[in-house]
């Protein structure tokens, strides 16, 4: 990933946060990915770690219509995701999604429970949650025009939790330096 684009994407997501009014702390922890797939327009996120401790985690989520997180769960993090601002599509599948069985699940949506069918889009609007349980397959993606998506989760652990379908993915990028950085990422502060 060109740090061009990692700098518009922090460009782009401080943009939104502040005409939503979102204030962020001193010293948030970005986080910009591609996926290692090289194409950040079609798969990519942008993620501020808000609280990163041993009982829990908070992040904060930008995307743009037309990007999605791919297919991908989680053994041991239970999390909330929630919409913000805007409207977030989620697809969710309790076996592998390629398998291709189709059976409903039960998601927790806004405390209730209710069932959807695997593989299927769920839209949440602004202010909606739905609590994703450890080994629920799911991928999302903006149905607006941008999306600032909550998340509060157990324990985080980027490296050795997210188990994506593809098997190319890589959680963080590879950096082209093709200009000054806007902000340093999370994964260039633990590899330093």
Known sequence: MKRSQINNAFKE?????????WSLPP??????????LGNFNEKGLVLINLAAENEYCEKLMYAK????????????KKEDI???TGELAI?????????????NIEIKRNGVFQLVQEGVE?????GERVTIEPGVWHLFYPVSAECIIGEV???????????FWDEAIGRYPEIEENEKPEVRLV????QA
Do not use: L
């Open 13 to 21: 997501a401080s943009s939104c946060f502040v005409k939503g009014g």
């Open 27 to 36: 010293n948030p922890q970005w986080d910009v990915t591609d996926f290692g």
């Open 65 to 76: 219509r037309g990007q999605t997180t791919p297919h991908h769960y989680h053994k041991k």
């Open 82 to 84: 929630v919409c913000r």
């Open 91 to 103: 697809r969710f599948w309790k076996n592998h999604p390629g398998e291709q069985i189709s059976s």
């Open 122 to 126: 769920v839209v949440f609007a602004a």
């Open 153 to 163: 989760s157990t324990a985080n652990d980027d490296v050795n939790d997210n188990f």
């Open 187 to 190: 994964s260039e502060k633990t």
